[in-house]
Structures are given as structure tokens and as C-alpha cells.
């Protein structure tokens, strides 16, 4: 199974900092990832997939990119809103399909 | 507008059962391939099952594989899961979640998402 390692696991930011987040592929996944938001209590958004295309909808604060093991979520000036879970999740191969542990962005 | 509704959720004994149901609407069901993905309390994401559209093909995750079984209704726009055998690291929300792109196959990132049903696995 692809593992997915993120990093850090947690941070603190303030509103209007640059964030960027760390997703390692154990194996490479050539463009194959996506990218979440999850607030506490609610289901996980779709942000980012194909590692840099941009969910309809999503603001354009946030960008994706990377391809083959190595990937990164940077959010360009973070809002209150951003605060949050992150979660990248390949789907190059499966089963199974997987999910990184995830990034709490909490506010400073 | 797409909404996916989990119900089946509880309380269970170690070595139970449980059925969970995800009834969903405002799309094509039978076009998109289906997962459940859950989440321990407290924990990350953990995708369990996907199924493809047109319910031909089934993938499990090894933590599950010969316990569980997915399944759907495409005349009822509805999936589910049987759970069997219960385990106390069972326990978790499950959420049903929708393919992000339209394909019989599995594409396995998802756009749309249920509001989950906790499930406890405990004595």
C-alpha cells in the first residue's frame, strides 16, 4: 500500500500568512492526489486534485502542486475560515486508496 | 444539488453487526462509483470500501476484507455496507462519499460527502 506521510502535523498561523503544507508519497503517484479541508463536526471538502487543479469553487488562495512523491498545499494568505484539518489522498493505486494523517492549522 | 444521508449507525457489541445505508439524490447514481470512507474519534481519514457504478467491482481495505461487504441499489439510489464481525477499532463515523468524476470505474477522490453515522463498537 502507498503510504502518504504529511507534515507538519500541526501549525500555527496567523491570518494573512503564507501556509504551506508537506505530502510524501511512500512510492510514486505521478499527479494522483487530492486534497481536503475538514472542519471539526463536518465532512472533508475537496480543495485540490490532480496535485494542482483547483476545485470549482474553492478560492484561489489555494494552490496544489508537485507530481511523483512530493507534494505540497500552500494557502497564500490565510483567512479565519482556513482554519482547519488538512488531508492529502491518493488515488494512483488501489486498493487501497489512502489519506496522509493530516495537518491542523490552528490560529495563533 | 447532491446530498448523501448515512443512516445504520450504533451502538454494537464486539462480534455484532450492523447494516449502514447512504440514500442518495440529486445526481446519477448509477454513473458514479462509491466509497465509505470513516474516521475514529479523534483520528484521520480512513477510506473502507468502494464500489464501481454499476456495483461490478468491489475493493476493500485489508483492515476490513472478508467482514465487510459494500453494495448498492441503483433502482433505489442507495448504498450500503454490512458490517459483520464488529471490532472495537471498528468504531467510528462512516461517511458515503461520491466519485468526483462521472465513470462506471473508480476514479477514488471524491466530491461529496454524507454527514457520517457514528458507529460504537462496544461491551
Known amino acids: 500500500a502507498i503510504q502518504l506521510t504529511q507534515s507538519p502535523s500541526s501549525l500555527s498561523a496567523s491570518v494573512g500568512d503564507r501556509v504551506t503544507i508537506t505530502c510524501r508519497a511512500s512510492?510514486?503517484?505521478?499527479?494522483?492526489l487530492a486534497w481536503y479541508q475538514q472542519k471539526p463536526g463536518k465532512a472533508p471538502k475537496l480543495l485540490i486534485y490532480?496535485?494542482?487543479s483547483l476545485e470549482s469553487g474553492v478560492p484561489s488562495r489555494f494552490s496544489g502542486s508537485g507530481s511523483g512523491t512530493d507534494f505540497t498545499l500552500t494557502i497564500s494568505s490565510l483567512q479565519p475560515e482556513d482554519f482547519a484539518t488538512y488531508y492529502c489522498q491518493q488515488f494512483n493505486s488501489y486498493p487501497p486508496l489512502t489519506f496522509g494523517g493530516g495537518t491542523k492549522v490552528e490560529i495563533k | 444539488e447532491v446530498q448523501l444521508v448515512e443512516s445504520g449507525g450504533g451502538l454494537v457489541q464486539p462480534g455484532g453487526s450492523l447494516r449502514l445505508s447512504c440514500a442518495a439524490s440529486?445526481?446519477?447514481?448509477?454513473?458514479?462509483?462509491m466509497s465509505w470512507v470513516r474516521q475514529a474519534p479523534g483520528k484521520g481519514l480512513e477510506w473502507v470500501s468502494a464500489?464501481?457504478?454499476?456495483?461490478?467491482?468491489?475493493y476493500y481495505a485489508d483492515s476490513v476484507k472478508g467482514r465487510f461487504t459494500i453494495s448498492r441499489d441503483n433502482s433505489k439510489n442507495t448504498l450500503y455496507l454490512q458490517m459483520n464481525s464488529l471490532r472495537a477499532e471498528d468504531t467510528a463515523v462512516y461517511y458515503c462519499a461520491k466519485d468526483a468524476r462521472i465513470s462506471d470505474i473508480l476514479t477514488g477522490y471524491y466530491l461529496g460527502w454524507g454527514q457520517g453515522t457514528l458507529v460504537t463498537v462496544s461491551s
Open positions: 464500489i464501481s457504478g454499476s456495483g461490478g467491482s468491489t
Open positions: 440529486g445526481f446519477t447514481f448509477s454513473s458514479y462509483a
Open positions: 490532480d496535485a494542482s
Open positions: 512510492q510514486g503517484i505521478s499527479s494522483a
